[in-house]
């Protein structure tokens, strides 16, 4: 037997090596709502070449690294919706996700789809709380266990529980059920728990309503990684012991993420954030990204990059608004129109006007629709700030969307008011606007 004095001598090096090995590093990299921004916009900011350059040089100097994103990677730009959101997920296998969820736009091609970019993705596609017969997730997986620098992080991958009805249609969901979020992360999260040292959520969903009350009410879960919300957070967003981050959409910034991970207690014990620009001007793109977003840019490059006319200033979303209104009405001689703010998608830039831009601003393939209503049944949203005439008739011009879901919020603030007459494309209307316009002011 060894002397006591030698035993205990000989335990003092193991003290701080125990100590020291149950606290580990995790970086998560993260980015949301890349709406198949492929290239960089009007002021030289995002694109996916430069995005993935940027990845790749946050992992050189990594040793534990995750990149996770947040959902809505189609449904932006016209290579996603003339071809439907698949070259998006092609490109998307070059920047090296190691797990992404869902978001509501990826339904908008069809239920069907959505299966399908989960069949192109080469990086888990998940769907924690759209489940099918037997609970089946819709993209076949609700969660995945990678173990990064010797932690097991356990990523439940969720999407918005109120958006049938509201953002997608009914028809686009099919026979698929979306349930509640924090219900199916608090199960999902019960069930990983013995097998994981770290949990994360990956949530498409209301960053104050849903991710908050995800850190709030499921103490099993440490960190929210947020997609939906176009804004970002200004700074970490901290409830409950946990963590919250969301960005900026189109892939203008990256997010880091550096946690230092509890092992013992399964807690962050600390966490630092920072966004990192995607700045075209400094970043070099990656070569392999480049060459796939030149080639299927190219085979839309005929259709979209032609010019249309011309603006003398650059117009933001609630420019737009008014702008795209106008349009709507003059082209099918209605008195009013409406557009949700949702309906505007991006900028326009100052200078010459591509047909481009108007497929950036208007993505969605949604027809125009109009309506003969009295004044006094016309909506609250449309009657604001104007004189009407309760007993006269007047003409409303919106889309087929919005009249099909006019009581969701956001919307017309309406119910069972009907638009008999179809007419153009929304975005081929405002298109031909333009043509006759030739100068926006």
């Known amino acids: ?65 995750l990149y996770l994103n947040a959902g809505d990677l189609v449904q932006g730009t016209p290579v996603s ?13 070059l920047l090296g996700f190691d797990a992404a969820t869902i978001g509501n ?15 192109i993705a080469r990086f888990p596609l998940l769907s924690a709380n759209v489940t099918g017969e037997g609970g089946a997730a819709l993209t076949g997986k609700p969660y995945v266990i990678p173990t990064v620098g010797g932690i097991r992080v356990a990523i439940i991958g969720v999407v918005l529980g109120d958006m049938v009805g509201t953002m997608v249609t009914a028809e686009a969901v099919g026979p698929w059920h979306v349930l509640p979020v924090v219900e199916t992360v608090r199960r999902y999260a019960r069930e990983v728990r013995d097998r994981a040292d770290l949990i994360v959520v990956l949530g498409h969903i209301h960053d104050e309503q849903e991710a908050d009350a995800i850190l709030r009410d499921v103490p ?49 014990s600390s966490a630092e954030w ?24 190219a085979k839309v490059s005929k259709i979209v990059d032609v010019p249309v006319g011309e603006s003398k200033r650059r117009l933001g979303s609630l420019e737009l608004e008014r702008l795209v209104e106008r349009a709507m009405a003059e082209e099918t001689g209605s008195d009013f129109a409406f557009v949700n703010r949702g309906n505007i998608r991006d900028t326009l830039p100052a200078g ?9 601003i208007l993505p969605f393939d949604n027809r125009l629709v109009v309506g003969t209503f009295k004044g006094s049944r016309l909506p609250p949203m449309v009657r604001a700030g104007r004189t009407i005439d309760p007993d006269r008739e007047y003409t409303l011009v919106t889309t087929d969307f919005t009249a099909a879901n006019q009581a969701a919020p956001g919307q017309l603030g ?3 008011l ?23 002011e």
């Open 105 to 119: 736009h990826e339904f908008d091609y069809g239920w069907q789809k959505t299966q399908e970019f989960g069949r």
């Open 81 to 93: 919706t003339l071809f439907q959101g698949v070259p998006v997920y092609q490109i998307a296998n």
């Open 418 to 440: 009907e638009f008999p007459k179809t007419a153009a494309l929304q975005r081929d209307a405002v298109i031909d606007w333009i043509k006759k316009k030739k100068v926006i």
């Open 1 to 65: 037997m060894l002397p006591r004095r030698l035993f205990l001598w000989l335990l003092l090096p193991l003290a701080p090596l125990a100590a020291q090995d149950a606290t580990r590093h995790l970086t998560i990299l993260h980015s949301n709502d890349l709406h198949a921004h492929l290239l960089p916009n009007d002021r030289g900011m995002g694109g996916f070449a430069q995005l993935a350059a940027a990845v790749r040089r946050e992992r050189s100097h990594c040793d534990a690294c």
């Open 414 to 416: 309406s119910r069972g």
């Open 352 to 360: 010459p006007i591509l047909a481009r831009a108007i497929w950036n």
């Open 274 to 297: 920072k966004k990192i620009p995607i700045n075209s001007r400094t970043i070099a793109p990656a070569p392999d990204v480049a060459q796939a977003v030149a080639e299927w840019e």
């Open 220 to 268: 099993e879960v440490s960190v929210v990684v947020v997609g939906h919300n176009h804004d970002g957070y200004k700074g970490l967003r901290r409830v409950n012991g946990g963590f919250a981050v969301l960005l900026r959409s189109y892939g203008v910034e990256l997010g880091r993420l550096d946690l230092e991970v509890d092992l013992a207690a399964k807690k962050v």
